[in-house]
């Protein structure tokens, strides 16, 4: 099979396999060695599907951008199979889409999808809030705090922070938003929420040249935080919704005034929000 080598950028290194197919960038056919075991390549499917579903969501891979799976191999240490094996699994995710005879792009950013995701999770994530208000105890009201606690006291990175910190800060918000939900009960409804939170912290992530917009949001985080450990379950809904429905607004007041139009693919990086 004829093999393509591209060597136009290097994101770090990656997993490294003791075994599986190489390469030599001598010849056209592959040189054989052992085959790894079913379960290493798992174990190097899951940790590569771990690291690109982790520079997708962060926006490192930037939306549209073309998946080539060499230069993935070369990435990871890993067999091209493995490599197809994570996108394939990402594709499930949505995070990346397929095209015919022509491999793997990760998935676009677009307005009219950030609106129906926007509205979707609001309706998801303030159906999960009613349900652990009024099945929550007082160990998921503490967890609620904590989380918030730890949110607030962490400095909220700015455009030009290092990317460790942005996913610090993420980490943090993103565990403040699942403590809210806690206490749900419905394991699928939960599921289908992460997989609407990641989808949005794609827009968010990239969302950080959403710049001079008058926005605290630490203080629409403790406006929520206070309506749930009050009891208030309306109160709580609906600065919920509203918080979830600014950031699609302000993402979209800013992609329309740099002129993007329904095409999220900015020439620089974006960021605050829910």
């Known amino acids: 099979m004829p093999v393509e080598y591209r060597f136009s950028f290097d994101r770090g290194s990656g997993f490294r396999q003791s075994s599986g197919m190489a390469m030599s960038p001598h010849r056209t056919t592959p040189v054989a060695i052992a085959l790894p075991g079913v379960e290493e390549a798992r174990t190097l499917t899951t940790a590569v599907h771990g690291r690109l579903r982790d520079d997708l969501i962060a926006c490192r891979i930037r939306p549209g951008e073309k998946l080539l799976i060499g230069l993935l191999a070369q990435r990871f240490k890993v067999s091209a199979a493995i490599i197809r094996e994570a996108?394939?699994?990402?594709?499930?995710?949505?995070?990346?889409?397929?095209?015919?005879?022509?491999g793997f792009r990760a998935s676009p950013l677009t307005l009219p999808d950030l609106r129906d995701l926007a509205e979707t999770r609001?309706?998801?994530?303030?159906?999960?809030?009613?349900?652990?208000?009024?099945?929550?105890?007082a160990a998921w009201r503490e967890a609620v705090q904590a989380s918030w606690t730890a949110l607030r006291t962490s400095r909220h990175p700015l455009p030009g922070d290092s990317a460790e910190a942005h996913d610090s800060w993420s980490a943090l918000h993103a565990r403040f938003h699942a403590a809210l939900v806690g206490a749900c009960g419905l394991d699928w409804l939960m599921r289908f929420r992460t997989t609407l939170y990641e989808q949005s912290e794609r827009y968010r992530r990239m969302s950080r040249l959403v710049r001079g917009l008058s926005r605290d949001v630490q203080a629409?985080?403790?406006?929520?935080?206070?309506?749930?450990?009050?009891g208030a379950e309306e109160d709580a809904v609906a600065l919920l919704a509203a918080h979830l429905r600014r950031t699609a607004e302000d993402i979209e007041a800013a992609a329309r005034n740099q002129g993007l139009g329904d095409a999220i693919t900015p020439r620089s990086r974006w960021g605050q929000g829910a």
């Open 87 to 102: 996108l394939s699994r990402l594709l499930a995710d949505g995070l990346v889409v397929a095209e015919d005879q022509r």
């Open 122 to 137: 609001a309706e998801i994530e303030c159906l999960a809030l009613r349900r652990s208000m009024a099945r929550g105890d």
């Open 220 to 230: 629409e985080h403790g406006q929520i935080v206070e309506a749930v450990q009050d």
